[in-house]
């Protein structure tokens, strides 16, 4: 009974440190970071992509490569404060960004700490 006791306060712990129904990103698809002042998608997306998939976030370019979304906040018809997690076998963090859709085929994640990255979708 003890053993069982122990257990269902551990699983209520860890349910208590879990985000509820997280949201999907308001774009989806593969994205590219290069050529993105180009018009329309990318005919060739090469090595360096994000893709959005439902509430993750993969990414080739960087120290981690994925992210799984917490919320989506819209701020306006075209903008969207985004907050992910990542985790890797020594650290969990968050990042925070407003996602700007410029037109369907380009997108910029506008960072809280500085910097930006434009990307361009892949066809």
């Not at 018009?39 to 090469?46: E, I, R, V």
């Amino acid at each position: 009974m003890a053993r069982l006791s122990i257990l269902a306060l551990a699983l209520i712990a860890c349910g208590l440190g879990t985000q509820g129904a997280r949201a999907d990103y308001p774009v989806t698809g593969k994205w590219t970071y290069d050529n993105t002042s180009n018009a329309g998608p990318a005919q060739s997306c090469g090595r360096r992509t994000m893709e959005f998939r439902g509430v993750q976030r993969f990414d080739t370019v960087g120290g981690v490569a994925q992210y799984r979304n917490v919320s989506v906040d819209q701020a306006s018809p075209k903008a969207f404060a985004v907050v992910d997690e990542f985790f890797n076998v020594m650290i969990r963090g968050r990042v925070q960004y407003t996602l700007r859709i410029i037109d369907k085929d380009h997108i910029v994640l506008l960072l809280n700490r500085g910097g930006d990255i434009a990307l361009r979708r892949c066809a």
